[in-house]
Antibody
Framework: QITLKESGPTLVRPTQTLTLTCSVSGFSMSAFGMGVGWIRQPPGKALQWLAI???????RYNPFLKTKLTITKDTSKNHILLTLTNMDPMDTATYFCARTVTTGSFDYWGPGTLVTVSS | HSVLTQPPSVSGAPGQRVTISCSGNSSNIGNNGVTWYQQLPGKSPKVLIYYDDRRPSGGSDRFSGSKSGASASLAISGLQSEDEADYYC???????????FGGGTKLTVL
């Protein structure tokens, strides 16, 4: 059974750095072609892709947010981490991690974690 | 920064058929496969259609996808109340070098 689950702080202050963890099971992050991405959704708004890390450590970032994001993986722990710097109230959103094995398509998603940025 | 264009809302009566459009360009839909997601209230997205017109194993045949050029469509037949949800299209964008999503379409079953 393939599962993904996001974890991290639910409240951060403006200018702080946020680190989210995606814990995966049921598949190997080392398998050829495998990738895990992060997508966020502000309340009442559309999905926005943030970053993807692939089986071979290739990473892709949304160019509009590239300076803010860092994605890494710890294969031994089956974790994918996303760091966002200089958090702003506009970064308030539900953050999802999701698996991708085909270009542009995410086939399994975590339940998401709501992060609020407020002083 | 939604590059794919969807209508904000569509509606239909139970049993009817509705379609949701998704418009892009040659960098995304015109050159890559389209995925359709259903997001029920408070839930994470779920794949309905991938590679333009393929259904996941176990997926409902009431949902079908099509594509022509840089535009795609999702058709939902035999509307049911449980189909009320937000629907998103997605595709790889060669310029962005990453996936993009549409702005989402809210389906209301009357």
């Amino acid at each position: 059974q393939i599962t993904l689950k996001e974890s991290g702080p639910t409240l951060v202050r403006p200018t702080q750095t946020l680190t989210l963890t995606c814990s995966v099971s049921g598949f190997s992050m080392s398998a050829f072609g495998m990738g895990v991405g992060w997508i966020r959704q502000p309340p009442g708004k559309a999905l926005q892709w943030l970053a993807i890390i692939y089986w071979d450590n290739d990473v892709r970032y949304n160019p509009f947010l590239k300076t803010k994001l860092t994605i890494t993986k710890d294969t031994s722990k089956n974790h994918i981490l996303l760091t966002l710097t200089n958090m702003d109230p506009m970064d308030t959103a539900t953050y999802f991690c999701a698996r991708t094995v085909t270009t542009g398509s995410f086939d399994y998603w975590g339940p998401g974690t709501l992060v609020t940025v407020s002083s | 920064h939604s590059v794919l264009t969807q209508p904000p809302s569509v509606s239909g009566a139970p049993g009817q058929r509705v379609t949701i459009s998704c418009s892009g360009n040659s960098s995304n839909i015109g050159n890559n496969g389209v995925t359709w997601y259903q997001q029920l209230p408070g839930k994470s997205p779920k794949v309905l259609i991938y590679y333009d017109d393929r259904r996941p194993s176990g997926g409902s045949d009431r949902f079908s996808g099509s594509k022509s050029g840089a535009s795609a469509s999702l058709a939902i037949s035999g509307l049911q109340s449980e189909d009320e949800a937000d629907y998103y299209c997605g595709a790889w964008d060669d310029g962005l070098n990453g996936p993009i999503f549409g702005g989402g379409t809210k389906l209301t079953v009357l």
